[in-house]
């Protein structure tokens, strides 16, 4: 019996060895395709480095980018949007200090005069405002319709200053108010003063406010002569005192100056160029 079964195995064997060898000449065998699965990795990890690349770039190079691109970040999103940036500081808001712009300056008798215009950030509660009123004090200068500090709480203040020589500064042209006016065509504000603080220089400086878009303002003397105000930036040893200049935290219009010849004093004012055409003419106040 154990030699039956021995013969039988090994018939078995053989039949599936037979087998085994027939399907094997039905099959191609070929070299592995070792090109293709390099090339399939390859592309794989250039995916994974340009996705990686991308999110470096967004997250630290644009600041809050996952909240303005939907990106998800764990629900953080929402979050980082709604935060409210911190107001700004009274010092940030020009309180205390105002922000100064020069708008001409000059000899008059061998004493340098000059004209600035001075811009204080509305204080936004009653100890703000009360440091503000003392520091005005300070200058020597006077809100307009502001009896007490708390009068100035969310108004905007300024002030056109005119000196001369070593003496303190003296405010001709000042306002108090909420909300900026915006100036438009021939729009106009003015107010004749003098260069020095005798008599014989009353009427030869005027100082005003103009739009924007204003190219050109006229000043007329009593005596036919006129001086040409137009947009200036800088100083130069040619200037006359007359220009149209951006005055730093004014929104809404420019300022200008016009200044006499000696011997003459202010008769009137005009806007010649509200936008570069039209012609309007504007008394001013002495």
Not at 27 to 42: D, F, W, Y
Not at 44 to 63: E, F, K
Not at 100 to 107: I, N
Not at 203 to 210: E, N, P, Q, S, T
Request: hydrophobic residues 40%; proline residues 4%; charged residues 25%.
């Amino acid at each position: 019996m154990n030699a039956d079964r021995e013969m039988n195995d090994m018939t078995t064997q053989t039949d599936i060895a037979l087998l085994l060898a027939d399907a094997a000449d039905g099959v191609e065998i070929g070299t592995a395709p070792v090109q293709a699965v390099l090339r399939g990795g390859r592309r794989r990890r250039a995916r994974r480095w340009a996705v990686a690349s991308a999110t470096a770039l967004v997250v630290t190079g644009t600041t809050g980018a996952l909240a303005v691109t939907g990106l998800p970040d764990g629900g953080h999103a929402d979050r980082q949007a709604n935060v409210a940036k911190p107001p700004a500081s009274a010092e940030a808001r020009h309180v205390y200090e105002p922000q100064r712009t020069e708008l001409a300056r000059g000899v008059y008798k061998g004493k340098e005069w000059h004209v600035a215009v001075q811009v204080w950030g509305a204080p936004r509660n009653e100890d703000e405002a009360a440091r503000q009123f003392d520091a005005m004090g300070e200058l020597g200068l006077r809100p307009a319709d502001a009896h007490r500090a708390a009068d100035l709480v969310g108004k905007t203040s300024y002030f056109a200053t005119r000196g001369w020589g070593e003496n303190q500064p003296q405010q001709v042209m000042f306002n108090s108010f909420k909300k900026f006016e915006r100036f438009s065509g021939a729009d106009m504000q003015s107010v004749a003063t003098r260069l020095g603080y005798g008599g014989e220089s009353s009427g030869r400086l005027v100082v005003g406010i103009v739009a924007k878009t204003a190219r050109q303002v006229t000043c007329h003397w009593k005596d036919g002569t006129t001086s040409v105000a137009e947009p200036a930036e800088g100083f130069s040893a040619h200037d006359t005192g007359s220009a149209i200049r951006v005055v730093d935290g004014f929104q809404g219009a420019n300022w200008f100056t016009c200044v006499a010849p000696e011997g003459t004093s202010y008769a009137s004012a005009e806007v010649t160029k509200p936008d570069g055409t039209a012609y309007a003419s504007v008394e001013v106040t002495k």
